[in-house]
């Protein structure tokens, strides 16, 4: 059967799924997941792991990829005479929130809008300045009796912010980051039922990277792979983004991460396979935290192999956010690649104990 690649991204960035609270996405990735692995696992924080028996003798090692499923958003803080008052979820920018319509999962869903008082009853020394968040309000456009009934403290509120095709290869919506990862981890699924590969693949999709990495890091505590491969978004080209800013461009291909979360002897194998791949693979040198899942799971247990795969991302943390459908099909071909490659001697390779063309300290 045919898969359509972008319209998977379109239904993953549709789903809602705000840190916490990603039972919507999480069933959605599941059933697009049927069929392509030999096992599931939904742990107890909520990510969704699918687990690829390799063809290797057992015990076979194990390596484990990860994206993050879940979106920033709002949160129900305060009812005031039918109009929410909301906390953000994750790293919002309060620029982008003013006339957004929002989604509130009430007991049933719930359209609404972000609104602020109009500029004529603002002081003039407040005219030209972005609105607090807690200035702004949800109008869900119902009587407040009725608003009690449906809304909670707490209930959770996503953007109304349809995902559409755009030219050139383009997708646009909300939750790209990182639903475009987690569609690379559909298409390597795909990719690996036509690849011979020795290790066992666990492929997870986590909860909760917005507010604390909490899902990589728990994912990565219980399974105890012997390598990591965190796949996230970096910053896409655009208006004011360079590339000399430390921007990339779209249809550029994946990004590879480099600094001390990256282990670089496992960063030289991805730079390999890209080679091979005649893949001009673009270096982003991450000096300290990677603000990444790959930043966690490095440090679990007595610490774990990781590598850091990035997709660009136009507009990011915003409910505009732009990719490439070409990155993703590259992205998940990178990573099969480097999956077939894994053997018997990898973790050998690998270890620090072995002598090996270390870069200067």
């Known amino acids: 059967m045919s898969f359509d690649l972008e319209k998977h991204l379109i239904d993953l960035s549709n789903a809602p799924g705000i840190s916490g609270y990603e039972g919507p996405v999480r069933a959605l990735i599941r059933e697009c997941w049927e069929g392509l692995a030999d096992e599931f696992r939904v742990d107890d924080l909520g990510t969704l792991v699918a687990t690829v028996h390799g063809s290797g003798p057992e015990p076979r090692p194990r390596v484990l990829i990860t994206a993050h499923m879940d979106e920033i958003g709002l949160l129900v803080s305060g009812i005031e005479d039918g109009f929410l008052r909301v906390s953000a979820v994750g790293g919002i920018d309060t620029r982008v929130l003013l006339s957004q319509p929002v989604t509130v999962h009430g007991e049933r869903s719930l359209p609404g809008l972000i609104g602020s008082r109009p500029p004529h009853v603002i002081p003039q020394s407040e005219r030209n300045k972005y609105p607090a968040l807690e200035d702004l309000v949800v109008d869900l456009g119902l009587p407040a009796r009725q608003v009690a009934k449906l809304v909670t403290i707490g209930t959770p509120v996503t953007f109304d912010q349809q995902a559409v095709a755009l030219n050139g290869g383009l997708v646009t919506g909300k939750a790209l980051d990182n639903r475009v990862s987690v569609a690379a981890m559909t298409q390597l699924l795909r990719n690996l039922r036509a690849r011979r590969h020795e290790w066992d693949v666990l492929v997870a999709a986590t909860v909760q990277e917005e507010v604390g990495l909490k899902g ?145 300290g």
């Open 216 to 360: 990589g890091r728990t994912i990565a505590f219980r399974l105890q792979p012997d390598i990591a491969l965190v796949v996230d978004a970096t910053f896409g080209t655009g208006p004011s983004v360079s590339e000399e800013a430390g921007g990339f461009k779209l249809d550029g291909g994946p990004v590879v991460a480099i600094g001390p979360n990256i282990h670089q002897r496992l960063f030289d194998r991805v730079i390999e396979a890209g080679k091979d791949l005649d893949m001009g693979l673009p270096l982003e040198p991450l000096p300290g935290n990677t603000g990444t899942e790959a930043w966690a799971i490095q440090i679990s247990q007595e610490g774990i192999p990781t590598a850091l795969v990035s997709i660009p991302v136009r507009n990011m943390h915003t409910p505009v956010e732009v990719v490439s459908v070409a990155d993703i099909r590259r992205t998940a071909r990178l990573l099969a690649e480097l999956i077939t490659r894994l053997d018997g001697e990898t973790l050998r390779r690998l270890s620090l104990d072995e002598p090996g063309p270390e870069k200067a």
